[in-house]
């Protein structure tokens, strides 16, 4: 069956608007089903969204525990770090205190320059108060140093004291202030002798002066030699107070905070002995051979 020619070119004309039509169809189609996806998805959302509140907040507030907890390992590993942080700093002001001192008292120790030396050491002090004395100070030198009985220990820009004990390693100062110190002295001033006697106080009295010389605040005292244990002129201290027959001295050196002595040998043999260690005894056995002879 044929079509006719008339038909064919009407079918042709037709074809174009209808396509057209089919599109404007199924676009107009596909508009309404995304309206009516999205109205669905929102009434969705509005159903779910309080069951979603009510999960997300214990869910945000183990997330805030969480990282407030992180937080606080954060702090404190950060505070244990500044902790050991200022403890290394302390101990390093501490070493820089101390040796911030020890300077100073080796620059102190330099102002005395006494004259007639055999030899002179410097020594630290490493203990104070002990023994049979009250006033006293160890140091950490001894014999093997050349350390003997009698010599003088100077500190600062005075006289600190004497050589009382020694041992191999270690010696022990006796101090202007303890009760045991007697040393002749003269006010420099008058050239008038005198005692500087240690009471276990911190300022010696002056004993022996005449009565007729009158002691004036702030005259300097130094030694006279006197008994062949100290030079003449090495400074002691200034009067401090004079109340009535008692006259107090100052001492030049500080004697409550020593740190290093100076030792010095001045070749004097004085009035001590150099060893106060006893002669050794017999063995027993040689005894008991004595009393055999007997």
């Known amino acids: 069956m ?4 008339p038909v064919k070119t009407a079918a042709q004309r037709l074809a174009l608007p209808f396509l057209v039509l089919v599109s404007a169809v199924m676009v107009l189609f596909g508009k309404t089903d995304l309206l009516l996806y999205d109205g669905l998805r929102a009434a969705i959302a509005d159903r779910v969204a309080p069951i979603l509140e009510a999960v997300s907040q214990p869910v945000a507030a183990a997330t ?8 606080a390992v954060e702090v404190s590993r950060e505070n244990a770090q500044l902790r050991q942080e200022n403890a290394r700093l ?4 501490e070493v820089a205190r101390r040796l911030e001192t020890e300077n100073a008292e080796l620059r102190d120790l330099t102002k005395l320059q006494p004259q007639n030396t055999v030899q002179s050491l410097s020594a630290l ?5 002990g023994g049979a004395f009250a006033r006293n100070v160890l140091i950490d030198a001894g014999s093997s140093d050349g350390v003997a009985r009698g ?3 100077l500190a600062g820009e005075g006289l600190v004291g004497r ?3 020694v041992g191999a390693r270690t010696a022990r100062v006796l101090l202007l202030t303890d009760l045991n110190s007697h040393i002749p002295v003269e006010l420099e001033d008058t050239h008038q002798h005198a005692v500087l006697d240690g009471d276990n106080s911190g300022q010696p009295r002056l004993v022996y002066l005449p009565p007729t010389v009158a002691a004036t605040v702030g005259e300097r005292i130094v030694t006279i030699g006197a008994g062949g244990v100290f030079p003449p002129g090495l400074p002691v201290g200034v009067i401090a107070s004079v109340s009535g027959d008692v006259i107090r001295v100052e001492p030049y050196a500080e004697l409550a905070r020593l740190e290093i002595l100076r030792i010095v040998d001045f070749g004097l043999s004085g009035v001590l002995p150099q060893s106060a260690v006893p002669p050794p005894r017999a063995p027993a056995k040689a005894a008991k051979s004595a009393n055999a002879l007997r």
Do not use: K
């Not at 805030?64 to 937080?71: E, K, P």
């Open 2 to 5: 044929r079509i006719s020619a």
């Open 64 to 71: 805030s525990v969480v990282q407030t907890l992180a937080n």
């Open 90 to 93: 302390l101990q390093w002001q």
């Open 125 to 129: 002090v490493i203990a104070d108060s």
């Open 151 to 153: 010599q003088a220990a």
């Open 163 to 165: 050589v009382a004990e």
